[in-house]
């Protein structure tokens, strides 16, 4: 395991292989701050801290863990500390955090398929702050049950009934949505 390596390294004080984990995960770190704060500069800003607060904790790391859901821990914290500061409540856009889609193969299939996807991130983002970040942290970030509940400091349990509530909260407003 490539990352482990490089994390022991990084915590031994070798600034190269703390460069290549940043290099890894600057864009998973991005896209998991500004679905925090849904402001892009807000989003780089707390996301080029949360790798300084990172670097000055590698102490505190424990070897052997997982890198990443630790570092997205920092990255979330950071994020909603800036969020808070900023004295704002942030509606979500979540289009930045959705990596590549299908072409559909009609203009007509593409007009469809924007539209429901137009749908689904504003019912994504009508969700309550919790529910929000483990939809989009599970789905938009590709993370797994545990990376998602240590980012975001809850418990596995936790991470599965908010996401089940959550898809079935959008199941409903996307069905809503259908028949009118």
């Not at 559909?104 to 309550?128: D, F, K």
């Not at 483990?134 to 938009?140: A, E, L, Q, T």
């Amino acid at each position: 395991m490539e990352e482990a390596k490089l994390a022991e390294r990084a915590r031994a004080g070798d600034t190269a292989a703390y460069e290549r984990l940043v290099r890894m995960h600057q864009a998973v770190a991005f896209r998991a701050a500004y679905l925090v704060t849904g402001d892009g500069p807000e989003a780089e800003d707390a996301t080029q801290e949360a790798f300084i607060k990172a670097y000055r904790a590698l102490d505190r790391f424990r070897p052997g863990a997982s890198f990443r859901p630790w570092l997205l821990a920092i990255v979330t914290n950071e994020a909603r500390n800036r969020r808070r500061s900023a004295g704002r409540r942030a509606k979500l856009s979540l289009q930045v955090a959705a990596e590549g889609h299908v072409v559909p193969a009609s203009p007509e299939a593409a007009l469809v398929a924007a539209e429901r996807r137009e749908e689904l991130l504003a019912n994504v983002g009508e969700l309550s702050e919790g529910e929000r970040l483990v939809i989009s942290y599970r789905y938009f970030l590709g993370l797994s049950e545990e990376e998602t509940a240590t980012t975001l400091g809850c418990a596995r349990g936790t991470v599965k009934s908010r996401a089940s509530r959550a898809i079935a909260r959008l199941r409903k407003a996307m069905t809503k949505e259908e028949d009118a």
